[in-house]
């Protein structure tokens, strides 16, 4: 990886970060992510935000065209098939072509409604930040070439320090409701996790099938190689789900995870 890249995006990340915290709009330094991850059918920052009426989605891109709010819709409707979305995470990015074979993706509907517009055969994209009623992750796409492991480190350098922005600005919001007297108001059906942060998080949260096929092959001592070859995947994709149900379950590390998920079996 060239150090100019390098500089490049530890720039963007700082200033997409001061932004973020400051509360700013993103849109304007987008640009240059696209130019930093060379990423020649654009990028696109989308905000999925819970309200009582429902999901409000919005999508900011840069270096392709705008997204309308029926491709906005239409690309919803489809969301929970697509392949890297139950993996995204803050611990590193996901490259579609690491999960499914990625010239079949092309011809699904999700390809379709998710990237086809832009023509982004080689989509990635890294989750930014998550709560109860809101979702924002950062995604890129190639036309041409897909991306390759040095790029997916830039843009992890990208994420980590915006990341932790978009965290603070929402734990400085929440606080200043709080000075204010103001209690938000969730929507049906979510939790609050001012007050009950890793229960409320956690409680609800079931692996999916490829987590639980994971997870079983791990709390039986396989090494990840092992998990790979079995299940017909990479090891970077084994990682990847170890590291959502980590996330998700509020269990760190293998062996926490492994227990967990035995004595969820032995409740069912």
């Not at 992750?137 to 992890?156: I, S």
């Not at 996790?193 to 609800?204: G, I, Q």
């Not at 999916?208 to 001592?221: D, Q, Y």
């Amino acid at each position: 990886m060239s150090q100019s890249r390098e500089v490049a995006a530890a720039s963007a990340a700082r200033d997409l970060a001061v932004a973020a915290a400051r509360g700013e709009s993103l849109a304007p330094l987008l640009p240059v992510v696209v130019e930093v991850l060379r990423a020649d059918a654009g990028v696109g920052l989308t905000r999925l935000r819970r309200t009582a009426q429902g999901v409000d989605v919005t999508v900011q891109v840069a270096g392709s065209a705008p997204i309308t709010a029926e491709m906005g819709r239409l690309a919803a409707e489809v969301a929970d098939q697509h392949p890297a979305i139950p993996l995204l995470s803050t611990s590193g990015a996901v490259r579609v072509s690491d999960l499914v074979p990625i010239r079949d993706f092309w011809h699904t509907e999700v390809y379709a409604r998710m990237h086809g517009h832009v023509g982004g055969r080689y989509p990635v994209a890294v989750m930014l930040h998550s709560s109860p009623t809101d979702v924002v992750f950062l995604g890129a796409h190639r036309a041409a070439v897909d991306f390759r492991t040095e790029d997916l480190h830039l843009l992890e350098a990208i994420q980590r320090p915006l990341g932790a922005a978009l965290a603070f600005r929402a734990a400085l919001d929440e606080t200043t409701a709080a000075l204010r007297g103001e209690r938000p108001s969730l929507p049906s059906g979510t939790v609050d996790l001012v007050h009950e942060p890793v229960t409320a998080l956690c409680a609800a949260y079931r692996p999916t099938r490829r987590e639980g096929e994971v997870l079983a092959l791990a709390a039986a001592g396989w090494t990840n190689l092992r998990i790979a070859r079995r299940l017909g995947i990479t090891e970077r994709t084994v990682r990847k789900h170890l590291s959502s149900v980590y996330e998700q379950s509020g269990r760190r590390g293998r062996a926490a995870a492994a227990a967990w998920w035995v004595a969820m079996q032995d409740l069912d």
